[in-house]
């Protein structure tokens, strides 16, 4: 059964950079697509983006374009997330999902997700 673990959330100022990170075990980790959302209290989850399986690309929405960075280690088995000039909107919980196809922009599109991961952004 894949899992999947989130790390690195934590509180932080505006302008900040922050890394999260993804550790996915029970599966081959390079068959799978990886994906990043976001939920803020009482709104939707939405993509942040994604690296298609094997890592042969990335893709990421309006959310985070310019300011964000997913990263896989396969090595590792781990997903990363680079977040540079937070902003106070950016603050959520941040999940990591994972799935076998070929990494769609909805959380329907994803079977397995992590626990997700608080990020909190004030001043």
């Known amino acids: 059964q894949v899992r999947l673990v989130e790390s690195g959330g934590k509180y932080v100022q505006p302008g900040d950079s922050l890394r999260l990170s993804c550790e996915f075990s029970g599966g081959t980790f390079s068959d799978y697509s990886m994906a990043w959302f976001r939920q803020a209290p009482g709104k939707e989850r939405l993509f942040v983006g994604v690296?298609?399986?094997?890592?042969?690309?990335?893709s990421y929405s309006g959310l985070g374009k310019g300011r964000f960075t997913i990263s896989r280690d396969n090595a590792k088995n781990t997903v990363y997330l680079q977040m540079n000039s937070l902003r106070p909107d950016d603050t959520a919980v941040y999940y990591c999902?994972?799935?076998?196809?070929?990494?769609?922009?909805?959380?329907?599109?994803?079977?397995?997700w992590g626990q997700g991961t608080q990020v909190t952004v004030s001043p």
């Open positions: 999902a994972a799935d076998t196809g070929y990494g769609a922009y909805t959380p329907r599109d994803y079977e397995y």
């Open positions: 690296s298609r399986f094997g890592g042969s690309a990335t």
